[in-house]
C-alpha cells in the first residue's frame, strides 16, 4: 500500500536548522510532483515548498522562500526539506505530499502523517 513517513522533526532554538525526510513506498516515486506543506495550530494546512519530477524544478512559498531547500533522490525513493534559520513561526506539523500539483493541498494523492517542529524563541 501507499505509504509516506516522514523524519527529522523536533525542538529546535530559533536561528537553528532541521532537515526533514520523507521515505515513499507504494506507488512510483518519480511519476509524482513532490511537496512539504504545514499545519500551525488553529491554522490550515498550507503550502511550503514543492519540487518537480526529477527534480529540475522547485517552488516555494515566500515565508520560506532563502531559508527552506527542497530536494529528492529517485533512487531512494525519499524528498527532503532542509530548514534554515528557523523561527519560531516555523513551528506546525510538517506533511509530506505527493500529487501531479505544486501550490494546491487538492493537487495531492497522497500524504505522510506528519512531523512535528517546534521552534523555541
Known amino acids: 500500500q501507499v505509504q509516506l513517513v516522514e523524519s527529522g522533526g523536533g525542538l529546535v532554538q530559533a536561528g537553528g536548522s532541521l532537515r526533514l525526510s520523507c521515505a515513499a513506498s507504494g506507488f512510483t516515486f518519480s511519476s509524482y510532483t513532490m511537496g512539504w506543506f504545514r499545519q500551525a495550530p488553529g491554522k490550515a494546512r498550507e503550502f511550503g515548498a514543492a519540487i518537480s519530477l526529477n527534480g529540475d524544478s522547485t517552488y516555494y512559498a515566500d515565508s520560506v522562500k532563502g531559508r527552506f531547500t527542497i530536494s529528492r533522490d529517485n533512487a531512494k525513493n525519499t524528498v527532503y526539506l532542509q530548514m534554515n534559520s528557523l523561527k519560531p513561526e516555523d513551528t506546525a506539523v510538517y506533511y509530506c505530499?505527493?500529487?501531479?500539483?505544486?501550490?494546491?493541498?487538492?493537487?495531492?494523492?497522497?500524504w505522510g502523517q506528519g512531523t512535528q517542529v517546534t521552534v523555541s524563541s
Open positions: 505530499g505527493a500529487g501531479w500539483g505544486t501550490l494546491r493541498i487538492e493537487e495531492y494523492d497522497f
